[in-house]
């Protein structure tokens, strides 16, 4: 226990750069082609998968660097443990309650 305390992670400071300057690639060849990107999806047929595969890709490279971007500043999500609990016994003899009558008056 007190070993995990004195070691520290390393920083993924360089996959952070690479992804970051990928994304900002990504996102610029976008916006700086707008005409042509726009005449090429607006095809039809089998053009149309490709603003879904652009924006996988996108979001792919961006997420990669958020992540190790928030790695870098030191923030993790948390791990809980999972708790296994007994199973309990369950009694398939139970009674059903029964209806209570009612009256119902009619005018």
């Given at each position: 226990?007190?070993?995990?305390?004195?070691?520290?992670?390393?920083?993924?400071?360089?996959?952070?750069?690479?992804?970051g300057v990928?994304?900002?690639?990504?996102?610029?060849a976008v916006?700086?082609?707008?005409?042509?990107?726009?005449?090429?999806?607006?095809?039809?047929?089998?053009?149309?998968?490709?603003?879904?595969?652009?924006a996988f890709?996108?979001?792919?490279?961006?997420?990669?660097?958020?992540?190790?971007?928030?790695?870098?500043?030191?923030?993790?999500?948390?791990?809980?443990?999972?708790?296994?609990?007994?199973?309990?016994?369950?009694?398939?003899?139970?009674?059903?309650?029964?209806?209570?009558?009612?009256?119902?008056?009619?005018?």
């Amino acid at each position: 226990m007190a070993q995990q305390y004195g070691h520290l992670k390393k920083k993924p400071v360089g996959k952070m750069m690479v992804y970051g300057v990928l994304s900002a690639a990504l996102y610029a060849a976008v916006f700086s082609n707008q005409s042509a990107i726009t005449a090429l999806f607006t095809r039809g047929a089998w053009y149309a998968a490709l603003p879904i595969a652009t924006a996988f890709a996108i979001s792919f490279v961006h997420g990669g660097f958020t992540n190790y971007f928030w790695s870098v500043l030191g923030i993790e999500a948390t791990k809980k443990s999972l708790r296994i609990r007994p199973e309990e016994k369950r009694s398939y003899d139970r009674e059903r309650p029964q209806p209570q009558p009612r009256l119902r008056a009619r005018l």
